[in-house]
């Protein structure tokens, strides 16, 4: 398994266990050079947007991985982790509708976890 789908899939399973909301994850190497895979999800509060950053931030580095940079936490309404070969991006419900991601990098492919 190569590094980049790794990474998605661990921090795939750190949203999910915190019951992060609709979780996507986008193969943007073909489109991108920032990086590999967009992961997409949103939670329903601050709190439970800086939970699930946090868990994300401990399982990927208790795999080895650290996070390169981290923007938003403060604020809970979108946090951006960069790992570098894939960047997670957490809302709360509004901003995730408001920014629209998918619709940007709609040129993505959408890639369900099993595939990883």
Not at 37 to 46: E, K, M, R, T, V
Not at 58 to 68: D, I, L, Q
């Amino acid at each position: 398994m190569n590094q980049a789908k790794e990474m998605a899939k661990i921090a795939y399973e750190a949203l999910n266990d915190k019951k992060g909301e609709d979780i996507k994850i986008i193969d943007i190497a073909e489109i991108s050079v920032m990086a590999d895979y967009f992961l997409i999800a949103n939670g329903n509060s601050d709190s439970q947007v800086r939970a699930l950053v946090d868990n994300v931030e401990e399982e990927m580095h208790k795999a080895g991985y650290s996070v390169k940079q981290r923007e938003g936490y403060g604020s809970g309404s979108w946090v951006l982790m960069d790992f570098g070969d894939i960047i997670v991006h957490i809302f709360d419900k509004e901003n995730r509708l408001f920014y629209d991601l998918e619709r940007i990098w709609r040129d993505g492919k959408l890639v369900d976890v099993e595939s990883l």
